[in-house]
């Protein structure tokens, strides 16, 4: 089959069940809690800040802090804990990232969430942390990636990996598609969908997501998460600059492997790009429920996992039947 991304495909719509949109449920189960959306903003420092994960986990909404203030993490860690609510934590592969998982267990305090975040995440260095958290955290849910194959979800969940990310080079301020002619830009979904086939544990589909329909074919082809950047980078909430050019305002929106991000030009795998401006998180994160809501109708169910058993079209090469 050929490979295909979001726009390459639409969904067929079954008969409907529910007798408005507000009936549909839309939470997901991720590790041991309930989240009122699969969809996550991803662990960028101009996409996520502290204020803005308390803000998400209060109202129960999954959120994953980025790792690009390393000191604060153990504790951000007790902060949060203290208010009651669930930590989610990034980490890195080098050896202070040891460190910072031995002081978190020297605490006791274990994240219920850890997303070990490097580029080429199917790696030995990957596999010697995941085991590492399980040694000394053991309670922790530990999502790692990112890889882009079957092969890098079986080895990362043989680790003992609770969930993989899935998504090399489709984001939206990324380069490594262009730098290094690796990944699964353009062809996002069909790795979801791939990687979904063998996966025996959640999959969170990251980059790529430019529309709000793209999130339920995500879920289609096997997500059980999404994360997205650039579309959660330009509100109030986030941590990008406000900028106003010819009256029209924008938000600074950065890549993780940018100069921008790393203050210097090595290894540079990202880029910085200005974002329109969508005012308050609330009114996006109302309106995502609504179109899951509406796609799920589409679906012929009241849940997400009906968005799993539609046909779909993959527009110019014909019907594929479940
Ligand atoms: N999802 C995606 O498509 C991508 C995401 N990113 C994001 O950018 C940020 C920076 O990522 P990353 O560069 O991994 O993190 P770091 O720059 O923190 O690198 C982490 C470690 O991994 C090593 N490393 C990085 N890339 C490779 C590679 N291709 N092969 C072998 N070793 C490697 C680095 O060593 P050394 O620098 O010496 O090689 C370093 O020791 C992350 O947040 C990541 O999610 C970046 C690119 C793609
Ligand atoms: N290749 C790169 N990928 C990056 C970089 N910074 C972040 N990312 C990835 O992009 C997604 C967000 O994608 P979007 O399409 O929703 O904007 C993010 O979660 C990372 O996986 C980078 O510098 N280079």
Redesign the pocket.
């Known amino acids: 089959m050929y490979p295909f991304d979001y726009d390459d495909i639409q969904l067929l719509p079954k008969k409907c069940v529910v007798n408005s949109r507000s009936e549909v449920d839309t939470t997901v189960k991720l590790g041991n809690r309930t989240f009122k959306l699969p969809v996550v903003p991803a662990?960028?420092q101009s996409v996520i800040d502290e204020e803005l994960a308390v803000f998400l986990a209060e109202r129960d909404y999954f959120y994953v802090m980025?790792?690009f203030d390393p000191e604060t993490r153990l504790d951000f860690v007790r902060k949060m804990q203290e208010k009651n609510l669930f930590a989610s934590i990034?980490l890195?592969?080098?050896e202070s990232e040891y460190k910072l998982v031995d002081q978190l267990a020297n605490h006791n305090l274990t994240p219920e969430y850890i997303t070990i975040?490097?580029?080429?995440g199917h790696?030995d260095?990957v596999v010697k942390m995941i085991k590492y958290i399980k040694e000394k955290l053991a309670k922790s849910f530990v999502i790692a990636?990112?890889v882009a194959t079957p092969e890098g979800v079986r080895d990362l969940e043989a680790a003992g990996a609770d969930a993989t990310k899935v998504?090399?080079?489709?984001?939206k301020a990324?380069i490594?598609k262009l730098k290094t002619g690796f990944?699964t830009a353009y062809w996002q979904l069909s790795a979801i969908k791939w990687c979904a086939e063998v996966a025996t544990k959640p999959i969170i589909a990251?980059?790529g997501i430019r529309h709000n329909g793209d999130l339920a074919k995500s879920i289609k082809f096997g997500a059980t998460m999404i994360m997205v950047g650039s579309l959660f980078a330009g509100h109030e909430q986030s941590p990008g600059q406000v900028i106003k050019i010819d009256g029209k305002l924008y938000k600074q929106y950065w890549?993780?492997?940018s100069d921008t991000?790393?203050g210097k030009y090595?290894?540079v795998?990202?880029k910085q790009m200005l974002i329109d401006y969508r005012g308050d998180i609330k009114r996006t994160l109302k309106e995502i429920q609504q179109d899951l809501q509406s796609a799920v109708s589409y679906a012929g169910g009241n849940e997400l996992s009906s968005l799993k058993d539609v046909d779909y079209v993959i527009l110019n090469h014909g019907i594929v039947q479940n």
């Open positions: 662990n960028m980025h790792r990034s890195g592969i080098k975040d490097i580029a080429h790696s260095s990636g990112n998504g090399v080079g489709p984001g990324c490594t990944g990251d980059g890549g993780s492997a991000q790393k090595e290894n795998e990202g």
